[in-house]
């Protein structure tokens, strides 16, 4: 009986190792585009945070004159 179990299984097994599947990478016919409006957005926003950032340590700095 485990004879048997043993054949079924390397036959199950052989036949799943044999189905692999084929990959292939092919280059397309269009060409590549970059959107570099995503990149100006992001150097806008940066600057944005950079003010509010110095505005908030200023409202920090004026808070402790006033209170010191």
Known sequence: MRLKEFLSLAVVST???SC???VQIEPSDKPFL?????KIDHEI???IEQDNEDLLNLEKNVGKRKKG
């Open 15 to 17: 036949a799943l190792i």
């Open 20 to 22: 692999t599947h084929k």
């Open 34 to 38: 970059v959107n570099l409006n995503l």
């Open 45 to 47: 926003k940066m600057k």
